[in-house]
């Protein structure tokens, strides 16, 4: 995987977003983090629009997010038209989001999963590629609404 990956979470998922980060550095890949810089309470909305506005306007080509559950983050990168923001909760799924639905963004829960779940899911991720194919089109519809 070639191009910056943005990273964003919320205080739930500081700690996890912080391993992850050393994590994708050790792989030489350059990363952006967007916040938090702490474990202070913090909305995952806002880290959330962040990550999908530097993706939309091509600051950084993928994202990794993180809240307490997962779901919180992803609804919020998900009101984005060119996000396609992928809960994933196991290697498996972390495989699927990419090469059928090309998502873009990696989805964690930090209360749900642990640390080497969460690797394996960016590992997988991060070396994935869309199938194109027969999910192409139904990629299409998923980016022809929202804002």
């Known amino acids: 995987m070639s191009g910056k990956i943005g990273i964003a979470s919320d205080h739930a998922g500081f700690q996890l977003k912080a391993r992850l980060i050393e994590e994708m550095k050790a792989l030489s890949l350059e990363v952006v983090d967007l916040g938090p810089t702490g474990e202070e309470r ?11 506005e530097a993706i939309t306007k091509g600051e950084v080509e993928r994202g990794i997010a ?5 779901i ?9 038209k060119k996000i396609r923001a992928a809960l994933c909760h196991d290697e498996t799924s972390a495989r699927l989001a990419r090469t059928h639905n090309d998502a873009n963004v990696l989805v964690l829960g930090s209360r749900l999963i642990g640390m080497e779940v969460a690797l394996s899911c960016l590992h997988t ?3 994935a590629s869309f199938e194109g194919g027969r999910h192409a089109g139904r990629v299409e519809k998923l980016s022809a609404c929202g804002v």
Do not use: E, M, Q, T
């Not at 919180?72 to 984005?80: D, E």
């Open 66 to 70: 993180i809240c307490g559950s997962g």
């Open 125 to 127: 991720f991060l070396v």
């Open 42 to 52: 913090v909305d995952y909305p806002d880290f959330g629009f962040k990550l999908a």
């Open 72 to 80: 919180g983050i992803s609804i919020a990168l998900n009101r984005y």
